[in-house]
């Protein structure tokens, strides 16, 4: 029976497959018999997973307040019944008579109680009733994966055209996906900005986040369609819903078809400005992908994906393999790439040991601090860019500068690394790569003038310049509404910024969601960007609206908005200039 749910599309396209459900606990279950002098412990064991189980329970019962009301009811009523199941239910009590009693492990006692509820489930005459062995199932699911401690790559082995679905996912989690198996994904929680939305931009996989009711309603091996334009999942389409995607999915083709034949040509607008057009890179393998939508270089390369879903750090050769790849792969065009920004919900195991809580918090020990902190990993990194460097143009970019002093130490050690390179015997470019601030605090923005004075090129991070602008995580559900590029203040950070690197005559760009949404086109080349940068499939769209603008017409209406103090009025003068044909 075709079922319908809704939710926020985070990443367009249409995407047909099979549903994986990655909470699914599917770890291997073995039984093993307990002595009896251990049984204690193995009830220590099981509490232990409990625990976790209602944290995590909790959580998502947090996050989901502040989706629509009708959703976050809904949500509420499940969770909160998945959190009664834990504590002292038929569920819970049957295991511990099973780990007691019969002396056998907590994973197969979980399916020796699960397997007695099914079974009494399966005798009731209420269709409703019986319906809820799914929570139950959900539960027990949940509780053996606690007991698992189950850290294996959740992608390793999916068929092909397989759909994600989940209650959440991180952006460890996204980068694990193969476009090749990969279809799409969906999500409980999540929302357009989140770091895990940009990497499914950056994949080309269509997706879904924050489809509140696809908890216990979709099953492994249901048929799905992802519409990540309308944010809508299908469920066992039937032929008509089926015929009238494929249809959309042909037409969304023929769009990127279209869109082809820019490629080759120069991002020029109607009186004769050029502007240049880079791509963001999360993963190597999308370097395809950047080539053949006609992207003038790397002007982002997150380094993140080297660290994550791994325990140890990764090594020099390891770094230059990747680093020396793309440079070659981009055949002289230039490659941007932002020294380790580990921080926020990108997070790496081996170095949450050494910084615990503070590298997963947005104000804590993330990108230049932590680099400057733990200096043995810059050097590394340094090491693999400077010998990469070898190969083609390279820049280097160092990611939450505040102080000028933070510039100065990076390149001390940037000089230092150099010289120890040169001893050993390396061969290295004839200059060092420019070392450029990415400015996405709003300290570093006022500060642009003095920053300006150390370093070769500037990069705009426009996604976490706002969120600390607004005091707003970009990656919670319950204030991402008030997560707004269009605010004032941070238009005025970038104007400034802007204005800054001009005055100082060093290049400047904008690397952030807003450059890849045609929408904003306008208003960036008004304010005096000339290079951008985003996920490469974006790039024909934006330069199309780039062809059609008069980059004079464009300044004029940025004057006019900049003067403005709310930003609904700013997003009716932007959106009506598009509407009225640039005038």
Do not use: W
């Not at 039984?31 to 193995?42: L, S, T």
């Not at 994600?164 to 929302?191: H, R």
């Not at 249809?247 to 869109?259: F, G, N, P, S």
């Not at 949450?352 to 400057?372: A, H, K, V, W, Y």
């Amino acid at each position: 029976m075709e079922q319908i749910f809704e939710g926020l599309g985070v990443s367009s396209g249409i995407g047909f497959g099979i549903a994986h459900i990655r909470e699914s606990g599917s770890c291997e279950i073995t039984e093993y018999c307990i002595p009896k002098q251990h049984i204690g412990d193995e009830l220590v064991r099981l509490d232990k997973a409990l625990e976790a189980s209602r944290d995590q329970i909790a959580k998502l019962r947090q996050k989901s307040k502040d989706l629509p009301e009708a959703a976050a009811e809904e949500l509420g009523f499940l969770l909160d019944a998945h959190l009664h199941m834990l504590k002292g239910s038929r569920l819970v009590r049957g295991i511990e008579r099973e780990i007691s009693e019969n002396g056998i492990n907590a994973e197969a006692a979980v399916q020796h109680v699960l397997n007695e509820i099914s079974e009494s489930f399966k005798q009731l005459d209420d269709a409703y009733i019986a319906s809820r062995e799914s929570d139950v199932h959900q539960v027990a699911a949940r509780i053996i994966r606690n007991l698992c401690e189950d850290d294996q790559a959740p992608f390793s082995e999916l068929a092909e055209n397989s759909i994600i679905i989940a209650e959440e996912l991180t952006p460890a989690d996204t980068a694990l996906m193969d476009p090749k198996k990969v279809s799409g994904f969906a999500a409980v929680l999540g929302g357009p900005e989140s770091h895990t939305a940009i990497m499914g931009r950056a994949l080309n996989l269509p997706a879904v986040l924050g489809a509140t009711n696809l908890v216990g309603s979709i099953n492994t091996g249901d048929h799905i369609i992802i519409d990540g334009d309308a944010g809508r999942i299908v469920v066992n389409p039937t032929e008509a819903t089926k015929h009238h995607y494929l249809k959309r999915a042909q037409e969304y083709l023929e769009r990127i078809t279209q869109l082809a034949v820019l490629k080759d040509r120069p991002a020029i607008t109607c009186d004769g400005v050029q502007v240049t057009l880079k791509a963001n890179i999360e993963l190597p393998v999308e370097i395809d992908n950047v080539l053949d939508n006609g992207a003038e270089g790397v002007g982002l390369l997150r380094s993140e994906f080297m660290y994550m879903n791994r325990d140890t750090l990764p090594s020099e050769d390891d770094q230059y393999d990747v680093f020396k790849h793309l440079i070659e792969r981009l055949e002289g065009k230039p490659l941007t790439v932002r020294t380790l920004d580990i921080g926020g919900d990108k997070t790496a195991k081996s170095l949450i040991d050494d910084f615990g809580d503070s590298i997963c918090s947005p104000l804590g020990m993330r990108g230049i601090r932590l680099s400057l902190n733990r200096p043995d990993i810059l050097e590394t990194q340094y090491r693999a860019l400077l010998r990469a460097a070898v190969h083609g143009p390279l820049q280097i970019l160092l990611p939450m500068v505040t102080t000028v002093n933070d510039v100065r130490q990076a390149r001390r050690i940037l000089h230092s690394v150099a010289s120890q390179l040169r001893d050993e015997g390396y061969e290295l470019a004839d200059y060092l790569p420019p070392l450029g601030a990415m400015i996405e605090v709003p300290g570093a923005a006022l500060a642009a003038d003095a920053l300006a004075q150390v370093c070769e090129f500037f990069a705009i991070g426009s996604n976490d310049l706002t969120m600390y602008t607004l005091a707003t995580d970009r990656a919670d559900e319950q204030v991402a509404h008030l997560y707004d590029p269009l605010h004032p203040a941070v238009l005025r950070l970038i104007q400034f910024t802007t204005q800054a690197a001009l005055r100082n005559r060093i290049p400047i760009s904008l690397c952030g969601e807003i450059a890849a949404n045609p929408r904003y086109s306008a208003l960036l080349l008004g304010l005096g960007i000339r290079d951008f940068s985003m996920s490469a499939s974006n790039i024909p769209k934006v330069k199309e609206r780039l062809l059609e603008m008069e980059c004079a017409a464009a300044t004029k209406r940025a004057d006019i908005i900049m003067e403005q103090t709310d930003s609904t009025r700013i997003a009716m003068l932007l959106d009506d200039f598009s509407d009225r044909g640039n005038v």
